[in-house]
């Protein structure tokens, strides 16, 4: 799985070093010189950044700090493989990830006396884990969890609840634990769905008391998960008729609907709610292409929904003297737990 680029970033390059503890020679029995006998020194002018280890993100502790290597740059600019050797490092893992991203880079030709020859270098590679923002962690968490990918998502909420890789703000913690208990609703784990929850809500409620600048998503995934405490009953019936706006001697009525589809994560929290869609139908009961809007909703997941399920409807024309006319009707949909 990637994170948007799913490894992900961060390393600082430092230029090449001169090889100062080198006795001064002019070229080396191997056929390559060292940095500091040549007049231009190979420097890295392209390449990807180090893909921190994607395995360490998951890892209790985070390795980082200064990789050290030596390389040979040839006279193309490229290094070659296979003369990458590591000179010191604070973990073993992290040395393949500057290796790959040397061998990946494209450097500036050494040269001696306007000649281009083969260098080696030394580089410091400063190595440390990304830096996530925990709000788009959990947003995708969300995304994930709708798309049937609970694993997938279950990453994701780990490394947003890492405080080391994506620093959280307590709204933010607020909106993790409200998305981790639905994640373990669907996972069948209720007491811990439970207690996460209740632990969103109650947090979103601190954070309102004092005051704190909470996001409108967060505060209506707040209130749905609040109401979803209560046990509210499911309404019995899906799409009453219609009300017409303005006056027909022969109101219009629902004919044919699309099957209601209950949005996935209002159905794991047990959400009920009543949509109400307008929408003008023209003179043969079908409604009219880009006449929809949403006139009230309790909960805006719902409202794709239901736009896209008026939208599929038909209905028995409206007529004024007996003749068929164009009408606006006010549909309400009402989503059941079923």
């Given at each position: 799985m990637r994170l948007q680029r799913a490894g992900v970033l961060l390393a600082v390059v430092a230029a090449p070093l001169r090889l100062a503890s080198q006795p001064q020679q002019p070229v080396r029995r191997d056929g390559f010189y060292t940095s500091n006998s040549v007049d231009e020194v190979p420097h890295r002018v392209s390449g990807p950044p180090v893909e921190y280890p994607a395995g360490l993100l998951r890892a209790p502790v985070h390795p980082a700090g200064l990789v050290r290597v030596a390389a040979i740059v040839d006279t193309s600019g490229r290094v070659e493989p296979h003369s990458v050797e590591g000179l010191s490092t604070p973990d073993s893992v992290l040395f393949e990830p500057v290796r790959q991203m040397l061998l990946a880079s494209q450097f500036s030709p050494g040269r001696l006396k306007g000649v281009t020859v083969r260098v080696m270098i030394q580089m410091a590679v400063d190595v440390r884990p990304p830096r996530f923002s925990a709000t788009q962690l959990l947003g995708t968490a969300r995304a994930q969890l709708a798309s049937g990918r609970p694993d997938s998502a279950q990453t994701l909420l780990t490394l947003a609840f890492d405080s080391a890789l994506s620093h959280p703000t307590e709204g933010e913690r607020a909106y993790g634990l409200l998305v981790r208990g639905i994640a373990e609703s669907r996972a069948g784990h209720d007491s811990a769905s439970r207690a996460d929850l209740g632990d969103g809500v109650t947090l979103v409620q601190s954070l309102s008391t004092r005051d704190v600048d909470l996001a409108p998503f967060l505060r209506r995934l707040a209130d749905s998960v609040r109401l979803a405490r209560r046990a509210m009953t499911p309404h019995s019936v899906e799409m009453p008729a219609?009300?017409?706006?303005?006056?027909?001697?022969?109101?219009?009525?629902?004919?044919?609907?699309?099957?209601?589809?209950?949005?996935?994560?209002?159905?794991?929290?047990?959400?009920?709610?009543?949509?109400?869609?307008?929408?003008?139908?023209?003179?043969?009961?079908?409604?009219?292409?880009?006449?929809?809007?949403?006139?009230?909703?309790?909960?805006?997941?719902?409202?794709?929904?239901?736009?896209?399920?008026?939208?599929?409807?038909?209905?028995?024309?409206?007529?004024?003297?007996?003749?068929?006319?164009?009408?606006?009707?006010?549909?309400?949909?009402?989503?059941?737990?079923?």
């Open positions: 219609p009300a017409t706006v303005g006056v027909v001697d022969e109101p219009p009525a629902l004919l044919t609907h699309p099957a209601i589809r209950y949005p996935p994560e209002m159905q794991t929290l047990r959400i009920a709610a009543t949509v109400i869609v307008e929408a003008a139908l023209d003179a043969t009961g079908h409604v009219e292409p880009g006449s929809l809007k949403i006139v009230e909703s309790p909960n805006h997941a719902f409202d794709r929904e239901a736009l896209r399920v008026v939208s599929g409807s038909t209905y028995r024309r409206a007529k004024n003297g007996g003749r068929p006319v164009r009408a606006v009707i006010r549909q309400p949909i009402s989503f059941v737990n079923y």
